[in-house]
Nanobody, 123 residues
């Protein structure tokens, strides 16, 4: 079992920055690929970014490429999502997820999920 706890969400103005974190704990949590997904009201949960357990493979959704950066600190079992140049359309609940193996964008392949953290971008 892997437990995931997100933190760092909040309210920010458009053009601003925010960093959300995901602390992982449990069995061999450092061997899991980690992903960030988000879900806006009335919309499907969508892929944002993912990073392999080694950090050597990183994926981004086209909508955030060049603005968001995913990273991980294996010593702390923590994954970060640095979000810059935020837009109102980035407003959503951001979820951290974990899967065994390589990084990927399919939410169905992630077996462990956090509770989510709200990010609100005002215009």
């Amino acid at each position: 079992q892997v437990q995931l706890v997100e933190s760092g969400g909040g309210l920010v103005q458009a053009g601003g920055s925010l960093r959300v974190s995901c602390a992982a704990s449990g069995r061999a949590s450092s061997n899991y690929a980690m992903g960030w997904f988000r879900q806006a009201p009335g919309k499907e949960r969508e892929f944002v970014a993912a990073i392999s357990w080694s950090g050597g493979s990183i994926l981004y959704a086209d909508s955030v490429k060049g603005r968001f950066t995913i990273s991980r600190d294996s010593a702390k079992n923590t994954v970060y999502l640095q979000m810059n140049r935020l837009k109102p359309e980035d407003t959503a609940v951001y979820y951290c997820a974990a899967r065994y193996g390589t990084s990927g964008s399919a939410k169905s392949s992630y077996g462990y999920w956090g509770q989510g953290t709200q990010v609100t971008v005002s215009s």
